[in-house]
């Protein structure tokens, strides 16, 4: 996409996220007149006890997994998508992560759909993805689908691509900054488009950790964020081998 439609891009949709965050003010608003109306001799605090040290880990799966396979790649180990869809991030992430209480840990991905062109690659990736489901929630994650994931037409070639996932992130980053639900946003993703959001819940007050791959960081999200974590390619290899034998 060039220079010009893509700024115009990050920029409208920064907009819409503002948009939302305000929605979601003037509704606390509403409500907080509400309390006083029904009880106007009361002095009334509205104390959330969640949201004491409340860190929550933001993954964006497409996003993360083929970072995975970039790493596997680079390190000569061969793929099995079957070891990618139940890999240990408990594993992964303890050294990494060490030393933060993290609350949720929410595992983000596009809804996939049945394609006339590749209905047997689409049916294996739907599989795919359900195992990936129920192996990380049998890890405590929450697994959202959101946006979805087309089948288009490249040089005579099906290609699939993601579209979505991160306005939901960037979404659920605002909303819960705004509801004072997050202190501490860990983001593994190295989508650009989230950068805007992650302005916005910083001046809100959030520290914001960017989870990148020491193979490939988006160095633009290590500007905007307040520290940076990177996780080495031993660390990953380590933790795919281990999980095969």
Known sequence: MPQGPMRFFIRRKALL?????????RKALLIRRKAFLLFPLLTIYFWDNNNMGNCILFIDGENFLYKIK?????????????????IDLGKLFKEPLKG??????????ARLHIH???DKKSGDLIKLQRKLRNSLVNQGYEFIIAGNVRAQKVDSKIVFREKGVDVKIAVDLVSLACDKKLTTAI?????????PAVK?????????IYLGFEASPNKGLTYTTDRTILLRNSEVS????SQKE
Do not use: H, M
């Open 187 to 195: 983001l593994c993703s190295s989508d650009s488009d989230l950068q």
């Open 17 to 25: 996220i503002r948009r939302k965050a305000l929605l979601i003010r």
């Open 70 to 86: 970039d790493v596997l790649k680079q390190e000569n180990l061969p793929q099995s998508k079957t070891s990618l869809a139940e």
């Open 238 to 241: 380590t933790i795919y081998n």
């Open 100 to 109: 933060f209480d993290i609350k949720r840990k929410i595992f983000y991905v």
């Open 116 to 118: 006339p062109e590749t």
């Open 200 to 208: 916005e819940i910083r001046e809100r007050g959030v520290e914001v």
